[in-house]
């Protein structure tokens, strides 16, 4: 079955250290993209990318970093300059980059701070 | 920019109950417009989504019409169950406001007690 995995489900960060969220689809989707959901928040959008080797800043980009080598592989990196990083991060795809397109969202991650 | 207000939660129902979710939208251009629903621990997946003025979208008895004449895409069920308690969460894409990426709402969790 075709989808979205997500992983680890549950992810605990020390301070100070760079922790790394795994995003892979298996849909042939050329866009992928990067959500942190807080309660009572909505979706807020970190980082997206269009295609292959190339990604754009969201909205609350500053404390993350991504990467885009492959194209079922999009890894959000939330590093120690992040110093709220706890959430539950979400992560999407869509066929293409057009309006109306649906977003597809694996299960999410949900980074606590220890 | 483009801007989605959904009416705040939580809604709680009895099974059977007529639900409405009230979403208005701002948006330069003509959007498209979705409705997303998240089950507890779980990722967004879509449920309904229209693309012009006065399309319905509808899916497992989900119901919004697009209206632009004032600016709505409220979801209605006719008899909802305990297996619709989720967020349902309200968004629109306009590439006119500068972005095709989905504006979401703050979502809205609907509790139905049997």
């Known amino acids: 079955d075709g989808g979205i995995t997500q992983s680890p489900k549950y992810l605990f960060r020390k301070e100070g250290q760079n922790v790394t969220l795994s995003c892979e689809q298996n849909?042939?989707?050329?866009?992928m993209y990067w959500y942190r959901q807080d309660p009572g928040q909505g979706l807020r959008l970190i980082y997206y990318s269009q295609i292959v080797n190339d990604f754009q800043k969201g909205d609350i980009a500053e404390g993350y970093s991504v990467s885009r080598e492959k194209k079922e592989s999009f890894p959000l990196t939330v590093t120690s300059a992040q110093k709220n990083p706890t959430a539950f991060y979400l992560c999407a795809s869509s066929i293409g980059s057009g309006q109306g397109e649906t977003q597809y969202f694996g299960p999410g991650t949900r980074l606590l701070v220890l | 920019g483009n801007s989605v207000t959904q009416m705040e939660g939580p809604v709680t129902l009895s099974e059977e109950a007529f639900l409405t979710i009230n979403c208005t939208y701002t948006a330069t251009g003509y959007p498209s417009l979705f409705w997303y629903v998240q089950y507890p621990g779980e990722g967004l997946q879509l449920l309904l989504k229209?693309?012009?003025?006065?399309d319905k979208g509808s899916n497992k008895g989900f119901e919004a019409t697009y209206r632009k004449e004032t600016t709505s895409f409220h979801l209605e069920k006719g008899s909802v169950q305990v297996s619709d308690s989720a967020v349902y969460f309200c968004?629109?894409?306009?590439?006119?406001?500068?972005?095709?990426?989905?504006?979401f709402g703050r979502g809205t969790s609907l509790i139905v007690h049997p």
């Open positions: 849909l042939n989707h050329d866009a």
């Open positions: 229209a693309t012009k003025a006065d």
């Open positions: 968004a629109l894409s306009d590439p006119s406001g500068g972005s095709y990426i989905p504006t």
